[in-house]
């Protein structure tokens, strides 16, 4: 399996406070995806990373933002939660541009906003 | 705008069946097409990738085939046993280089009985 860890793994929290889901790989990618998972909807990309602080958005981004420091770190922010944002998230990663490379998945962090 | 569409949504056979999942895109202008299989409650793992120059690829008791021509890729599993009842998702990749922006179905909820 590919070394990709999300935390927390589930979390509870009100409408209105700041939450951070963080994407941590051993595997040295340079690509990085946030996705939110919903019944109905399917995989959304939120926001992707092609390199240390280089960041761009997906197609479901409003009301969140991302950040990339390190080749292994990730990170997912609702600056002020809302209920909408209620769903389960998860993190990818892929290698450099090759046509071959299946994108990986964590096993998700489920969020619920109450 | 790109849109996958996964039919039948949910699919219950008896073992040892040969069956076929169907995955249809509105856009021929990809660059590959991935199946997925999710466990409940885990993330995606990666099964088959087919490139847009292939017709199919196979692992295993797996083949999936694609017609970019008609926007359908079918997966085709053999001898179908209890350990396949997962959620099957088909994405396919946008035709832009670099980051991999995935556009996914639905899924289609597969059980195998005994």
């Known amino acids: 399996d590919a070394g990709i860890t999300q935390s927390p793994r589930h979390k509870v929290t009100e409408t209105g406070t700041p939450v951070t889901l963080r994407c941590h790989q051993t595997?040295?990618?340079?690509?990085m995806y946030w996705y939110r998972q919903d019944p109905g909807h399917g995989l959304r990309l939120i926001h992707y990373?092609?390199?240390?602080?280089?960041?761009d958005k997906g197609e479901v981004s409003d009301g969140y933002s991302v950040s990339r420091s390190k080749t292994e770190d990730f990170l997912l922010t609702l600056e002020s939660a809302t209920s909408s944002q209620t769903s389960v998230y998860f993190c990818?990663?892929?290698?450099?541009?090759?046509?071959?490379?299946?994108?990986?998945f964590g096993d998700g962090t489920r969020l619920s906003i109450l | 705008k790109q849109e996958v569409t996964q039919i039948p949504a949910a699919l219950s056979v008896p073992e040892g069946e040969n069956l076929v999942l169907n995955c249809s895109f509105t856009d021929s202008a990809i660059y590959n097409l991935q199946w997925f299989r999710q466990d409940p409650g885990k993330g995606l793992t990666s099964l088959l990738l087919?490139?847009?120059?292939?017709r199919e690829q196979t692992s295993g008791r797996l083949n999936a085939s694609l017609d970019k021509s008609s926007g359908r890729s079918t997966l085709y599993i053999a001898a179908s046993q209890p350990g396949d009842s997962a959620t099957y998702l088909c994405a396919v990749r946008r035709p832009i280089q670099g980051a991999q922006k995935l556009v996914f179905g639905q899924g289609t909820r597969l059980t195998i009985n005994p």
């Open positions: 087919i490139q847009s120059s292939q």
């Open positions: 990818a990663i892929s290698a450099v541009n090759l046509q071959g490379e299946p994108q990986h």
């Open positions: 990373s092609y390199g240390v602080k280089d960041t």
């Open positions: 595997e040295n990618h340079r690509y």
